[in-house]
């Protein structure tokens, strides 16, 4: 609905770093600043802000899914199971996300059986629980060491992923987005450029620290 974004549904094929450019298929498009929001399995990423990076695999699964309900559960709540420790959090008043934690890689369909039967137990409900778009993940620890490079940004699973036990991923996103908001409305204020500017720099040093130790943070609780 906002009149000043253009979504085009193309997939990105190649960057310029030189140039700041996008290419999508033979069409090149240049920005002042790229946002590449890709995910952790991306080729781009590793290329453009290198392989540097802390890691742990934590040998454990993660199960999510979106359920629909009739129980007007409008605040989060964490579970600690025998399986290991499941969060639900709440989107509405009749649906809610939830992630659980697993020391062994179960079978998804084992696992969705399972879950209707914990909910219903935890929920102290009879009524109908209904998953959508469950799906099946590893989990590890893994920080890049760098963020950014030239006018581009890595954001997301692509820079850093972390324990899910705490429910905490999503809102270190949140405050990420809050940070490069306010250093792009400051330059703007004071009529500076926003293209090869500070701004990914200031970025990276204002959250790397907390980012980081949150994560290592996570991981020890959940240990």
Known sequence: KEKNIKIINKEITNIGIKESTIFMGNKKSIYDLIVLCLGKGSNIVSKLIGKRTIEENLGETTFTSIVRHKLNICDARQYFLKEG????????????????????????????????????????????????????????????INFFKRNFLVLGEGLYNVQPVAGQGFNLILRDIREL???????????????????????????????????????????
């Open 85 to 144: 420790p499941l969060a639900i959090l709440p989107i509405s008043k009749k649906k809610f996300s939830f992630v659980w934690s697993l020391s062994k890689k179960q079978n998804i369909n084992k696992i969705k059986n399972l879950v209707h039967f914990k909910l219903k137990k935890i929920l102290n409900t009879r009524t109908k629980i209904i998953l959508y778009n469950p799906v099946s993940f590893p989990i590890s620890f893994k920080f890049n």
């Open 181 to 223: 908001s306010k250093q792009i409305e400051k330059h703007f204020s004071l009529g500076l450029q926003i293209k090869d500017s500070l701004i990914l720099k200031k970025f990276m040093l204002s959250r790397k620290p907390e980012n980081f130790l949150f994560g290592l943070g996570i991981s020890f609780t959940n240990k």
